[in-house]
């Protein structure tokens, strides 16, 4: 079995950025399991490992365009910090919802000077370039359910 769409991959993950900080692994955790083809990941690690097998290493370095696309300067903007009625501390890193145009998304503070606070909605990794160390372990096709849901079931998937 290779992976292609509708099969369900486990795989181990270190990602790093462009200086080698980690970012995240799945080390000393079970393996990461996705449906491929359905955007479970991001795009460019998802084509990257069409073809592989169990047992495969895979190096793959992915743009930002394929990864959490390229940083927005305009989804960075400075509100009053009256903006924040309620909230006893605004604090750098400090993560919200917003309502938009576009549905709920997830804002973080960036900076506060005074009475000025800047929000920031890219994505933490907008602009990052991506370095994928995968070892993928396990392979099975995707059930109809998880091909309706287009997520995966069960163990590492979702429980519903
Ligand atoms: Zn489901």
């Known amino acids: 079995m290779e992976i292609q769409d509708n099969i369900v991959v486990g795989m181990h993950y270190t990602v790093t950025n462009d200086n080698g900080d980690i970012i995240d692994t799945s080390e000393g955790n079970d393996p990461l399991m996705f449906l491929q083809g359905a955007g479970n990941i991001i795009p460019g690690l998802e084509s990257a490992l069409v ?34 009625q309620g909230v006893d501390e605004v604090a750098i890193g400090m993560r919200f919802n917003a309502e938009t145009d576009e549905g709920q ?14 929000i920031d909605a890219n994505h933490e990794l ?32 979702h429980h519903h």
């Open 51 to 84: 073809g592989g097998k169990v047992g495969d290493e895979m190096e793959v370095s992915v743009e930002p365009e394929q990864a959490y696309g390229e940083y927005r300067d305009e989804l960075r903007q400075q509100v009053p910090r009256d903006a924040f």
């Open 105 to 118: 998304i997830t804002v973080r503070i960036a900076e506060v000077e005074g009475d000025t606070v800047t």
């Open 126 to 157: 907008a602009g990052e370039r991506l370095h994928f160390s995968v070892r993928i372990e396990s392979l099975r096709e995707a059930t109809d359910e998880e091909l309706e849901h287009g997520h995966v079931h069960g163990p590492g998937g």
